[in-house]
């Protein structure tokens, strides 16, 4: 038997058999056990994708050859590079697919890339790309470090089992192993420690805003905690002498760029007010001198706003207590999926939660949520989170 997990095409992850694998971005949901249940539950997600989670998504096709280009050839690379023509082509196909217009996210797109080169284009004074797009497993284990395991109720179909939606014949009673999964965007070596790092990229729309909050991530814990799995004994033991350095987290604004703004004097404005990065306004103003000092100012204030790169040092305390609140998290969730076969009227799980909700705004179910009818469910498709077949 295969564990088939929403996003998650990857053999190691399909060979985990008959267990249950949870992930962030599960865990996550359930600080909204309303959300979690429509996502994970009820299985909805959105038809249509909105355009900064497009953005994101096409950010990081780009950043996917562009570190596969550097783990293959290990040399810098300029953004007018005729390599990067099959990589836009394949974003402006699936940015038609999601019906968005390709010419409101590619120059952006480009200028961002062009950002993102100057500023960390350089990688052989950093690290050395070692790995592109890697899943990661962590099993779950108790306070005594016993594996975890708990029984969930399935049905039981020809071809498949599934997680059982409420009491029925077909239904079995399956005790199995909990993992945490997830995937690395790169894992990238330090040329000077021979540290490993897990290197995730990350969009958003305010760099400070996303810095201010992403200490607390569990992320960045659990991204420690499956690498060293990982490296132990997974996929990745060729690294096993390898210390873990941490996280590093390469941040891109998808905000737009503007051009310097021309004065009537025929010279270029230098106002801090206009967050022009830097190597947009030298290409601008070319290779006059007078502009080098406002260039330099540009280059060590405002162009961190577009790109930056944050390393965060693996904590072992933490990740000991990340290891806990897993196991915590692995009970709930077995817990949660088995009451609800059980328990006939899930609709107490889905009351009204606005009144407390301070995410509303920025929750993709507010529809349903605040409005649970028939033309508000037509903007959601079903789409299948876990399930396990041949
Ligand atoms: S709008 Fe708020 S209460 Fe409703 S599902 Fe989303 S996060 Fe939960």
């Known amino acids: 038997m295969k564990l088939r997990l929403h996003r998650y095409d990857d053999d190691i992850i399909k060979d985990l058999g008959l267990a249950f694998a949870f992930t962030n971005s599960e865990r996550n949901a359930l600080g909204c056990p309303k959300k979690w249940h429509f996502i994970y539950r009820e299985e909805l997600s959105s038809k249509r994708t909105s355009g900064a989670f497009a953005w994101g998504i096409a950010w990081h096709m780009l950043m996917e050859d562009l570190f596969n280009y550097w783990k293959e050839y290990d040399k810098v690379i300029y953004y007018n590079d005729p390599f990067f023509d099959s990589c836009f082509e394949k974003i402006e196909q699936y940015l038609e697919e999601e019906e968005i217009d390709p010419e409101e996210v590619l120059p952006d797109m480009r200028i961002a890339l062009e950002g993102y ?43 498949r089992l599934e997680i059982a939606q409420t009491l029925s014949d077909n239904m079995i009673d399956v005790t199995m192993p909990f993992w945490v999964v997830g995937r690395a965007d790169a894992i990238v070596q330090s040329r000077v420690t021979k540290e490993i790092f897990v290197f995730d990229h990350k969009t958003t729309g ?79 103003v070319g290779d006059d001198e007078s502009y080098s000092e406002h260039i330099m100012n540009l280059y060590d204030k405002v162009d961190m ?3 930056c790169r944050e390393w965060y040092p693996v904590d072992i305390n933490s990740i000991k207590r990340w ?30 939660r606005v009144p407390i909700c301070k995410t509303t705004g920025y929750c993709q179910f507010k529809q349903i949520c605040i409005s649970d009818n028939e033309l508000m469910r037509s903007y959601f498709k079903k789409e299948k989170r876990i399930y396990w077949s041949k």
């Not at 004097?265 to 306004?281: D, H, I, M, R, V």
């Open 117 to 159: 080169l100057h500023r960390f284009g350089d990688i052989f004074s950093q690290f050395k790309v070692l790995e592109v797009e890697v899943p990661l497993r962590y099993p779950i284990s108790d306070f005594k470090g016993r594996p975890f395991k708990t029984h969930l109720y399935l049905d039981e179909y020809e071809d």
């Open 206 to 284: 305010s760099i400070n805003r996303f810095l201010s909050t992403c200490e607390v991530d569990p992320q960045l814990n659990s991204y420690a905690c499956m690498l060293e799995w990982e490296k132990k004994h997974g996929s990745l033991q060729q690294y096993k002498h390898n210390k873990i350095g941490g996280i590093i987290y390469g941040m891109t604004s998808s905000g737009s760029t503007s051009l310097p703004k021309k004065l009537k004097n025929g010279t270029f404005s230098k106002a801090k007010s206009n967050k022009t990065p830097s190597w947009l306004y030298k290409k601008t």
């Open 305 to 307: 706003l577009w790109h």
């Open 323 to 352: 290891k806990m609140e897993s196991y915590g998290i692995a009970r709930r969730l077995g817990d949660m999926y088995r009451i609800l076969a059980l328990f006939k009227n899930s609709d107490t799980w889905v009351t009204p």
